[in-house]
């Protein structure tokens, strides 16, 4: 049993995960004042202050309004997760159910009939809850709007009146005024100036009393809400099961090669009934039925990039970026920390090269790799990735390369200068034992330099792949890579208050990937380092 | 035909009026399976000592002479135990021999390369921490791990650069014990730069002073004829001990003292002023033009 702990235990502190400590030293009965105190500092409180945000995000969400609707409450963004995970699992559906054939495929399509029979019946309850609670809602609204219309009708007449008054008193002054008195003029004057202003005055109060009328009528009747919301719901819902039904009967995959088999059985029989010229065109078709069976055999659902898939091949994009980083800065590093000379003549374009934005190296990069694969459908490279047997299903294009370049050229700076550091920072006594031993350049190079080196270069790493990752979804923003910055982009310019939610999801997500994403590199940095100082808390 | 010898050796730090010669004039001559210990001050260039006769420095004028030639670049053949240990922290104990002795013996099989640093991890008593990294070891340690890596090289000579400065008392004259006991075993020619005249007396067939620096250059050499085994307990009162340990000592102050007396920064004549007057109150009535 006490083996069991101290294993727990040291995996808690190779991966970092620090605050699970308590936890398990209490379950072992060790001090218990103690571990409560800890488990209160680094998982209550921190829980309750996250807590703290959600209330306040929901309380200060719908204060605003935009073209999009209102700013998303926590609420509505797990909603949307929701709907992501849906559309995702009914695609994947989808997908499957267009390769099903035989039994299989029938049972499967009696079951979709079954649940469209039934939602159905639910789609009729939910048209007539949305009838009612739009009929009460249109009262509850002429209720209110009453009182206020006979308010803003009333003033309007009030002003009116009362603006024909004061012009006919202004024109009885103006008749009464001598031509050559300039005093009476100017009084004139002063008292058209406040009959204008007197108006404007009342022109403003009467488009307030307009504006109360309006958001009265614009009134969010939630019960309106609610059943307008399970009734787009059961849409959608129809809308996938019909599409599957469909999947399942007319566009399946084994369904259409049995009516081009059939086809092709009957021109068979035909070919073999008949002679002379007349062969020629029945050939003919039976190759082309033959091509046509061929590429259905092949086909696939056509499936539209959901929000997981998107994830994995952002996290492809990034990481070829990043290992292309890798490639390229640790030997440069290594260069520049061994030999002062390089390390000077390299210093301006790291310098110069740091600072750009990755906004400034994507059309660069676009259109450079645009010119180097002209023709993605033929060129080697694109034919040769898109049938490897596990990455093939990503689609690398010359965008998601433009995008692993761009990623690539920003992030290799921090691993570059903290290998250089590494490398130029070994204690000169480890040196002087290499001259000892005698070890040769290449010797000293991975038996001294570089083990010495490897906690600041994997510090750099570290750095890297977090500035990696958050470049990557800018370029793909821009790059139109398929990804998780398509995915917002595509939002964005879909602009309904559910897309403007799934754009808050995107939020959590990136920031949960690039959370996982750091904590592997610490336990990388863990395993390596050895002088026991702390890689992160 | 001394096995290791300094030849008039010079050596400076700097060009031009800036220079600082550590060394001038240095001549030793060491026999073959001596135990010789080097006393100096701090700063008077006792590790450069060490660093000339391992080879990783090269004298400005003169020679080091190993069996009658120069010393070529550092080698094996002239271990070398640095006062900071240099070990390597990302390698363990074994790790850490194994470095060396792979180096230095290339020809050897795996089963023999193992036997070979089991012996020497034995040797130094330090059997069963065969894992450990060096942060998790002691001073006293590391300082075996590293007497055991450079005896795994089964070097000629053996050059200790203050090996026991680091340590606290009592494990100084523990470790003091080993390495004499290490040396008795197989009697190697061993150079020993320390600060401790005791340690010196104690461990050392003849004792060199270096004279403080710069210009350092080494002094008159005591020869310590004391019977081996020298037992720590009974030497106290032994009046041979005390009378060598007193002659070193005095020596050593004396040395101190004359070059403090040399080393006045330079003497500033300052003015003659005599005060008008010492009166508490001066009635001098000064008019300024």
Same mark, same amino acid.
């Given at each position: 049993?006490?083996?069991?702990?101290?294993? #727990?235990?040291?995996?808690?502190?190779?991966?970092?995960?620090?605050?699970?400590?308590?936890?398990?030293?209490?379950?072992?009965?060790?001090?218990?004042?103690?571990?409560?105190?800890?488990?209160?500092?680094?998982?209550?409180?921190?829980?309750?202050?996250?807590?703290?945000?959600?209330?306040?995000?929901?309380?200060?969400?719908?204060?605003?309004?935009?073209?999009?609707?209102?700013?998303?409450?926590?609420?509505?963004?797990?909603?949307?997760?929701?709907?992501?995970?849906?559309?995702?699992?009914?695609?994947?559906?989808?997908?499957?159910?267009?390769?099903?054939?035989?039994?299989?495929?029938?049972?499967?399509?009696?079951?979709?009939?079954?649940?469209?029979?039934?939602?159905?019946?639910?789609?009729?309850?939910?048209?007539?809850?949305?009838?009612?609670?739009?009929?009460? $809602?249109?009262?509850?609204?002429?209720?209110?709007?009453?009182?206020?219309?006979?308010?803003?009708?009333?003033?309007?007449?009030?002003?009116? %009146?009362?603006?024909?008054?004061?012009?006919?008193?202004?024109?009885?002054?103006?008749?009464?005024?001598?031509?050559?008195?300039?005093?009476?003029?100017?009084?004139?004057?002063?008292?058209? $100036?406040?009959?204008?202003?007197?108006?404007?005055?009342?022109?403003?109060?009467?488009?307030?009393?307009?504006?109360?009328?309006?958001?009265? =009528?614009?009134?969010?009747?939630?019960?309106? %809400?609610?059943?307008?919301?399970?009734?787009?719901?059961?849409?959608?819902?129809?809308?996938?099961?019909?599409?599957? &039904?469909?999947?399942?009967?007319?566009?399946? $995959?084994?369904?259409?090669? &049995?009516?081009?088999?059939?086809?092709?059985?009957?021109?068979?029989?035909?070919?073999?009934?008949?002679?002379?010229?007349?062969?020629?065109?029945?050939?003919?078709?039976?190759? %082309?039925?033959?091509?046509?069976?061929?590429?259905?055999?092949?086909?696939?659902?056509?499936?539209?990039?959901?929000?997981?898939?998107?994830?994995?091949?952002?996290?492809?994009?990034?990481?070829?970026?990043?290992?292309?980083?890798?490639?390229?800065?640790?030997?440069?590093?290594?260069?520049?920390?061994?030999?002062?000379?390089?390390?000077?003549?390299?210093?301006?374009?790291?310098?110069?090269?740091?600072?750009?934005?990755?906004?400034?190296?994507?059309?660069?990069?676009?259109?450079?790799?645009?010119?180097?694969?002209?023709?993605?459908?033929?060129?080697?490279?694109?034919?040769?990735?898109?049938?490897?047997?596990?990455?093939?299903?990503? %689609?690398?294009?010359?965008?998601?390369?433009?995008?692993?370049?761009?990623?690539?050229?920003?992030?290799?700076?921090?691993?570059?200068?903290?290998?250089? #550091?590494?490398?130029?920072?070994?204690?000169?006594?480890?040196?002087?034992?290499? =001259?000892?031993? $005698?070890?040769?350049?290449?010797?000293?190079?991975?038996?001294?330099?570089?083990?010495?080196?490897?906690?600041?270069?994997?510090?750099? #790493?570290?750095?890297?792949?977090?500035?990696?990752?958050?470049?990557?979804?800018?370029?793909?923003? #821009?790059?139109?890579?398929?990804?998780?910055?398509?995915?917002?982009?595509?939002?964005?310019?879909?602009?309904?208050?559910?897309?403007?939610?799934?754009?808050?999801?995107?939020?959590?997500?990136?920031?949960?990937?690039?959370?996982?994403?750091?904590?592997?590199?610490?336990?990388?940095?863990?395993?390596?380092?050895?002088?026991?100082?702390?890689?992160?808390? | 035909?001394?096995?290791?010898?300094?030849?008039?050796?010079?050596?400076?730090?700097?060009?031009?009026?800036?220079?600082?010669?550590?060394?001038?004039?240095?001549?030793?001559?060491?026999?073959?399976?001596?135990?010789?210990?080097?006393?100096?001050?701090?700063?008077?260039?006792?590790?450069?000592? @060490?660093?000339?006769?391992?080879?990783?420095?090269?004298?400005?004028?003169?020679?080091?002479?190993?069996?009658?030639?120069?010393?070529?670049?550092?080698?094996?053949?002239?271990?070398?135990?640095?006062?900071?240990?240099?070990?390597?922290?990302?390698?363990?104990?074994?790790?850490?021999?194994?470095?060396? @002795?792979?180096?230095?013996?290339?020809?050897?099989?795996?089963?023999?390369?193992?036997?070979?640093?089991?012996?020497?991890?034995?040797?130094?008593?330090?059997?069963?921490?065969?894992?450990?990294?060096?942060?998790?070891?002691?001073?006293?340690?590391?300082?075996?791990?590293?007497?055991?890596?450079?005896?795994?090289?089964?070097?000629?000579?053996?050059?200790?650069?203050?090996?026991?400065?680091?340590?606290?008392?009592?494990?100084?004259?523990?470790?003091?014990?080993?390495?004499?006991?290490?040396?008795?075993?197989?009697?190697?020619? @061993?150079?020993?730069?320390?600060?401790?005249?005791?340690?010196?007396?104690?461990?050392?067939?003849?004792? @060199?002073?270096?004279?403080?620096?710069?210009?350092?250059?080494?002094?008159?050499?005591?020869?310590?004829?004391?019977?081996?085994?020298?037992?720590?307990?009974?030497?106290?009162?032994?009046?041979?001990?005390?009378?060598?340990?007193?002659?070193?000592?005095?020596?050593?102050?004396?040395?101190?003292?004359?070059?403090?007396?040399?080393?006045?920064?330079?003497?500033?004549?300052?003015?003659?002023?005599?005060?008008?007057?010492?009166?508490?109150?001066?009635?001098?009535?000064?008019?300024?033009?």
């Amino acid at each position: 049993m006490e083996s069991l702990k101290y294993t #727990l235990l040291k995996i808690i502190h190779v991966s970092g995960l620090t605050f699970l400590e308590p936890v398990v030293r209490l379950c072992y009965g060790e001090e218990p004042q103690l571990q409560l105190k800890k488990i209160g500092r680094f998982i209550v409180i921190p829980s309750l202050t996250f807590l703290a945000f959600l209330v306040a995000w929901a309380l200060i969400a719908p204060v605003y309004k935009t073209k999009s609707g209102e700013v998303p409450t926590p609420a509505v963004v797990w909603d949307a997760a929701q709907g992501v995970k849906r559309f995702h699992e009914r695609e994947s559906d989808k997908q499957v159910a267009y390769g099903l054939s035989g039994e299989e495929r029938e049972t499967t399509l009696a079951a979709v009939t079954k649940q469209r029979a039934v939602l159905n019946t639910m789609k009729a309850d939910a048209d007539q809850q949305v009838a009612e609670a739009s009929e009460a $809602r249109t009262a509850l609204v002429a209720e209110e709007i009453e009182p206020l219309a006979t308010a803003y009708e009333t003033k309007k007449a009030e002003f009116e %009146q009362a603006a024909k008054r004061r012009e006919a008193a202004l024109i009885v002054k103006a008749s009464q005024i001598d031509q050559r008195d300039i005093d009476a003029k100017n009084e004139l004057l002063a008292y058209i $100036r406040g009959h204008e202003s007197q108006t404007e005055q009342e022109r403003e109060l009467l488009k307030q009393l307009k504006a109360e009328q309006d958001n009265v =009528r614009n009134l969010t009747y939630t019960p309106l %809400q609610n059943a307008m919301r399970i009734q787009t719901e059961i849409a959608e819902q129809e809308q996938y099961l019909a599409k599957k &039904e469909e999947i399942l009967s007319k566009a399946n $995959r084994s369904l259409k090669l &049995e009516e081009e088999a059939a086809k092709l059985k009957e021109l068979k029989l035909q070919y073999a009934a008949t002679t002379g010229p007349d062969l020629m065109p029945i050939a003919q078709q039976m190759l %082309q039925i033959e091509g046509r069976m061929q590429k259905i055999v092949d086909s696939e659902y056509a499936k539209p990039w959901t929000l997981p898939m998107q994830i994995m091949r952002s996290l492809a994009c990034v990481f070829a970026g990043f290992f292309l980083a890798t490639a390229i800065a640790i030997p440069i590093g290594v260069l520049c920390g061994v030999s002062p000379t390089f390390m000077a003549a390299v210093t301006p374009f790291i310098a110069l090269f740091k600072p750009v934005s990755p906004i400034v190296w994507l059309p660069i990069s676009l259109i450079i790799v645009g010119g180097v694969i002209t023709d993605p459908e033929t060129h080697w490279l694109m034919v040769g990735l898109s049938n490897l047997p596990l990455i093939g299903w990503l %689609q690398i294009n010359p965008a998601f390369i433009a995008s692993a370049i761009t990623v690539a050229l920003c992030s290799l700076w921090p691993t570059l200068v903290n290998t250089a #550091l590494g490398v130029a920072s070994i204690d000169k006594d480890h040196l002087n034992v290499a =001259r000892v031993l $005698r070890l040769n350049f290449f010797q000293r190079l991975t038996k001294i330099v570089i083990p010495s080196a490897l906690p600041l270069i994997f510090a750099g #790493l570290r750095i890297s792949l977090g500035v990696g990752w958050m470049v990557l979804i800018a370029a793909e923003l #821009l790059s139109s890579s398929e990804g998780i910055g398509k995915f917002v982009w595509d939002m964005f310019n879909n602009g309904s208050s559910e897309t403007f939610a799934q754009m808050f999801v995107v939020v959590f997500v990136v920031g949960a990937i690039g959370l996982l994403l750091d904590r592997i590199m610490i336990i990388f940095q863990r395993l390596v380092s050895f002088d026991g100082a702390p890689a992160a808390i | 035909m001394p096995i290791l010898e300094f030849d008039n050796v010079s050596f400076g730090h700097g060009i031009g009026s800036d220079k600082y010669e550590v060394l001038t004039d240095a001549n030793l001559a060491v026999e073959e399976n001596e135990f010789v210990a080097i006393i100096g001050f701090s700063g008077s260039g006792k590790s450069t000592v @060490v660093s000339l006769l391992g080879g990783l420095i090269e004298p400005d004028q003169g020679a080091v002479k190993m069996h009658g030639k120069p010393i070529g670049p550092p080698g094996p053949d002239r271990g070398i135990v640095f006062q900071n240990y240099s070990l390597l922290p990302w390698l363990s104990v074994h790790g850490n021999i194994e470095l060396a @002795v792979k180096q230095v013996f290339p020809g050897m099989s795996p089963a023999q390369r193992e036997d070979h640093i089991q012996h020497y991890i034995d040797l130094v008593s330090l059997t069963g921490a065969e894992w450990k990294k060096p942060n998790e070891m002691s001073g006293g340690m590391r300082q075996r791990l590293s007497l055991a890596r450079t005896l795994s090289m089964q070097p000629e000579v053996l050059l200790l650069d203050e090996p026991l400065s680091a340590l606290d008392a009592i494990t100084r004259s523990v470790l003091q014990d080993e390495i004499t006991r290490l040396w008795e075993q197989d009697k190697r020619t @061993v150079v020993m730069i320390t600060n401790d005249v005791d340690e010196a007396v104690l461990m050392a067939d003849r004792i @060199v002073p270096l004279t403080p620096g710069p210009r350092a250059t080494f002094g008159k050499e005591f020869a310590v004829p004391l019977e081996r085994p020298r037992d720590r307990a009974t030497l106290n009162f032994n009046p041979e001990f005390k009378h060598i340990r007193n002659d070193v000592t005095r020596y050593m102050m004396d040395i101190n003292a004359e070059s403090k007396r040399l080393n006045v920064a330079g003497n500033l004549k300052l003015p003659q002023i005599q005060p008008i007057s010492l009166d508490v109150a001066p009635n001098i009535e000064i008019s300024v033009v």
